[in-house]
């Protein structure tokens, strides 16, 4: 457990207090005390991480930080729309006025306009960092993002499966068989470790890359609108719970959208500055 939790710390802080900070915890043991100060620690390491090397360096790295946080608040706050809508809609609770409907309808337009942004800032890393990464034979840069694409496959189909043994047998629901709960609950779980591995596979490959910041200037520029998608998400969404007033998975997505909206705005104000400065020539 101590392990996992040491490898939750940031790639920066573990090349500069990582064999420090086993030590310490060696010599601690790692009672629920010690595992809980780690973790707080982690926690504390991501919002506040440390660069070290030549100021351009740093700059770089704060760049490159601020990218890989905006992506997984993305991802973060992305997944919360469709489970409050589902918590509210699916069917409608007493008290989804149409006000609670246009918000959450609203939040679907956001997540819709936040991905068109979210799609032009990848397609910018692919063509400046992983293109010539491909084309270099550089293959540990383009390695962590395999997991995601072979999964996505993999959901794809196991969504298509289910929906078509959904189809052929009417009957199974409301009251399904073990069969089909077993396939369904796969592909909930394959879902849920898509999300994961989606998350934390762009961040590893763009950290190898390694690429200047002149060259992720572009798409940090475009996380801002990212940042303020997550922002309206956030907004909208808590508006629509607490108008609707109901359930606690509801309540649990709003929380989720609200913190992921806080990581990124957090990261984008630290990051700005260092955008100031590569604008310079």
Known sequence: MIRVLLACYPPSFRERYGAELAALVEDAGAGPRVCWNVAVGAAAAWLRPAFTGEPSERVRLRVQAGLSATWVAWCVGMLTVPVVARALLDPPVPSATGTVRALVWGAWMVMLAGGAVVAGCALLLARRVLVPALRSGRRRVWRPLLPAVVLLVLDLAGGGGVWLLRRGHPAVWPHPSIAFVAAVLGWLAGLVALAVVG??????????AGPPARVMRL???LA??????????????????????????????????????????????????????????
Not at 199 to 208: E, F, I
Not at 236 to 259: F, R, T
């Open 199 to 208: 998350a934390a596979g762009p961040p590893v490959a763009l950290r190898r």
């Open 219 to 221: 798409p940090a520029v």
């Open 224 to 281: 801002i609108g990212v940042t303020a998608a997550l922002t309206a998400l956030a907004v909208v969404q808590a508006a629509a719970v607490l108008l609707a007033g109901h359930g606690p998975i509801a309540c649990g997505g709003a929380v989720m959208a609200v913190l992921a909206a806080g990581g990124a705005l957090l990261s984008t104000w630290r990051t700005v500055p260092a955008l100031r400065v590569t604008s310079h020539p």
